[in-house]
């Protein structure tokens, strides 16, 4: 006679299986997992996160006000650089800076906190709309936005939420509700 343990116990809860970042199921091969999350408000800060490796959040001091936006090798899925630029008191001339020399292939993980949109200008917003954005052209003060694109591509990306602020609907005193997007991106290959 054999004694069921506890392991085999037909009480026990099923375990759900988280894969990574927390997403719900795994991605396909070849494929790179990220979840991110938008500022809520002013108070908490956005987090981007990718095949498990937090990129961006509060915790690694790393967020600030404006946009938040970590590149991404788009072959090896290795973090190139994270940054947060400040699009309320900041210059946009470090924005520009920043993703005007992007190379082929390269993913974008943008991610807004607080106000996304004060300091942008036609330049700016032709930029990421070049990098699959179809948002970007209405985003305003305090919007919420989340955004993954890529330089060279061909279509707008699958990647993306925009909220508007409104009065009517924020979620807020002031602040429309924090985005939450995550999915499975396809890795690029080295031949482009």
Not at 68 to 95: H, K, P, Q, T, Y
Request: net charge neutral; with cysteine; charged share 25%.
């Amino acid at each position: 006679m054999r004694l069921a343990g506890p392991e085999t116990s037909v009480t026990a809860e099923p375990r759900v299986r988280k894969y990574k970042c927390g997403l719900p199921q795994p991605c396909p091969e070849e494929h790179l997992a990220f979840r991110m999350v938008s500022g809520a408000a002013n108070v908490i800060g956005p987090k981007i996160c990718l095949e498990d490796k937090m990129l961006m959040s509060s915790v690694k001091d790393n967020v600030g006000r404006g946009l938040n936006i970590a590149l991404v090798n788009g072959v090896s899925g290795e973090l190139i650089e994270a940054r947060a630029f400040d699009m309320w008191a900041g210059d946009v001339n470090d924005l520009l800076k920043f993703i005007r020399p992007l190379h082929e292939g390269t993913l974008v993980f943008v991610a807004s906190y607080d106000d996304p949109a004060t300091k942008m200008n036609e330049e700016t917003r032709k930029l990421f709309s070049d990098l699959g954005s179809k948002n970007v052209k209405d985003l305003a003060f305090r919007d919420s936005w989340v955004f993954v694109g890529a330089k060279g591509v061909q279509n707008k990306s699958p990647f993306e939420q925009h909220v508007k602020n409104s009065k009517h609907t924020n979620k807020y005193e002031g602040w429309p509700e924090a985005l939450e997007m995550e999915g499975c991106i396809p890795r690029r290959t080295t031949a482009s």
